[in-house]
Nanobody, 114 residues
Framework: QVQLVESGGGLVQAGGSLRLSCAAS????????MTWVRHTPGKVRVFVAR???????YYADSVKGRFTISRDNAKNTVYLQMNSLKPEDTAVYYC????????WGLGTHVTVVS
């Protein structure tokens, strides 16, 4: 079955960087678009970034120029490099295919303090 395991979150000061990873299994990873979304309490999940199977990338305006999505099809892994982090980036970050599978991973918590 589909499994998505996010990792790499943590506590970081504003201006710092983190690199998130998402290990995927249970589907033909290289043929799927993959996305990162984030969720803060009381709000819906918000799109952060997408990468197509061929490597084209798309970003939310709020992260453009600061975040970079990438993928390693040999490792069935998608990454999110986050630089110049801001307190408003604090959230639980999830990855999924696009369109998303019904099952989601546990996410990885990112906390940015000023």
């Amino acid at each position: 079955q589909v499994q998505l395991v996010e990792s790499g979150g943590g506590l970081v000061q504003a201006g710092g960087s983190l690199r998130l990873s998402c290990a995927a299994s249970g589907f033909t990873f290289s043929t799927y678009h993959m996305t990162w979304v984030r969720h803060t309490p009381g709000k819906v999940r918000v799109f952060v970034a997408r990468i197509t199977g061929t490597g084209d990338t798309y970003y939310a305006d709020s992260v453009k120029g600061r975040f970079t999505i990438s993928r390693d099809n040999a490792k069935n892994t998608v990454y999110l490099q986050m630089n110049s982090l801001k307190p408003e980036d604090t959230a639980v970050y999830y990855c999924n295919a696009d369109p998303p599978f019904p099952s989601w991973g546990l996410g990885t918590h990112v906390t940015v303090v000023s």
